[in-house]
């Protein structure tokens, strides 16, 4: 259920959501680079593990915000994402059906028609003030990371109920508690 929340006299929709995956330890020392890693010979980086806490939708569609939180902490993560991203987590959130299938899904029925598994997305980097992700994905023949706008990592892993992780130094940037 939507908690109207009042802005520069624009209504913003606020959806509160929680779900995350069971991976992992909040801090971990998998690496971005390989889900099967040597981390002392890749130097591999720390993530957080972090659940999808809110959904800010503005009406006019002016601003539509993704907040994450620390799963075992307080720090919080805003990610500006764009509306139909935006109108694809609501809709999933909520599990609200539509006729036909929307990018999100239909990417989703991808992964699954090629036996594949999404098992992490990993929001890696912070450039220019945007935002990088990964998706890691198990496969028959063997791991596989793609790289992703951190707004349809999100849409799919809500879908498919796939842990998110923050770098570390990542999160440590733009953490508001």
């Not at 945007?130 to 496969?139: E, K, L």
């Amino acid at each position: 259920m939507p908690i109207p929340f009042f802005m520069n006299g624009s209504t913003i929709l606020i959806y509160r959501h929680v779900f995350s995956g069971t991976m992992i330890n909040n801090e971990s020392n998998h690496c971005e680079a390989d889900i099967e890693c040597d981390h002392a010979a890749k130097g591999c980086t720390f993530m957080i593990e972090m659940e999808f806490y809110e959904l800010r939708l503005d009406e006019t569609g002016a601003d539509q915000i993704v907040i994450l939180k620390e799963k075992n902490g307080v720090r919080m993560m805003p990610i500006l994402i764009g509306y139909y991203e935006a109108q694809s987590i609501h809709l999933s959130l909520n599990d609200i059906k539509i006729q036909r299938p929307l990018t999100h899904d239909l990417t989703v029925r991808i992964i699954d028609a090629l036996d594949a598994k999404m098992e992490r997305v990993v929001v890696n980097d912070l450039r220019d003030s945007t935002f990088y992700a990964r998706i890691h994905f198990s496969t028959a023949q063997g791991p596989v990371d793609v790289d992703s706008r951190p707004s349809d990592a999100l849409a799919l892993a809500v879908r498919t109920d796939t842990p998110i992780f923050v770098e570390r130094e990542v999160l440590e940037q733009v953490a508001r508690e």
